[in-house]
Every structure is written in C-alpha cells, then in structure tokens.
C-alpha cells in the first residue's frame, strides 16, 4: 500500500514563500506525482506534476496559474517530491494534495487529477494581502 506524507503548508504574506513536501515509503514504485490543490467552493485543480525518474531529471508540467512562480522536484534519496512556491498570492490559498500514479499507463494527462491512484491528506496553504 503506498503512502504519502505530506508536509509545509501554513499561512503567509502575499509575495511570501512556502515549500510543501511529500514523501512516499521508500522502494515505491511512481510514474508520475503531483500536487493539487482546493479552495473553498471549487474544484480540485492540477498544479505542478513530475514524471518521476530514477535518475531525476523527469520532465515536468505547471499550471498556468503558477507557471513561473511554483517549482516542482524530486530527491529520489529521501524519495520526496518538494513544490517549492515563491511569490504567493491570495488566489493561491487552498489546501494542497500530494498525489501519486503507481502503476504504469499510458497517454498520461499529468495535471488531470483521474490520472493518479494515491493521495495523500492535504496540507493547508493560506496567503493572506
């Protein structure tokens, strides 16, 4: 069963930075992991996703929103997918989703959230102006 812990949300300044992690149990296989996120009264959208590879350097994919400001990554050492987000601003507040595609597929969409099978808690990002 694969787990994901995720962690670093919290409150901030508009302009302000946060870096969320998630981390899975070590020897999970991943095709891709993202993040999403939800704020009140709207749908859950795709925000960053990477297409995890052995040896780092998976292409990755950004909203529009975010494209610019939020960074996604991977350490394959501590098995931890970081989105690191600058310059945050009030529409940003949400609560933030790790997710995971565990099995192998193709014709990915990698922000589509149908495409992943494992999420994690969430974790709470709040901007204030």
């Known amino acids: 069963q694969v787990e994901l812990v995720e962690s670093g949300g919290g409150s901030v300044q508009a302009g302000g930075s946060l870096r969320l992690s998630c981390t899975t149990s070590?020897?999970?296989?991943?095709?891709?992991m993202g993040w999403f996120r939800q704020a009140p009264g709207k749908g859950r959208e795709g925000v960053a996703a990477i297409r995890t590879v052995r040896g780092g350097g998976g292409s990755t994919y950004y909203a529009d929103s975010v494209q610019g400001r939020f960074t996604i990554s991977q350490d394959n050492a501590k098995n931890t997918v970081y989105l690191q987000m600058n310059s945050l601003k009030p529409e940003d507040t949400a609560m933030y989703y790790c997710?995971?595609?565990?099995?192998?597929?193709?014709?990915?969409?990698?922000?589509?959230?149908?495409?992943?099978?494992?999420w994690g808690q969430g974790t709470q990002v709040t901007v204030s102006s």
């Open positions: 997710a995971a595609l565990s099995l192998v597929v193709e014709g990915v969409s990698p922000l589509s959230q149908v495409e992943y099978n494992v």
């Open positions: 070590e020897d999970t296989y991943t095709m891709y």
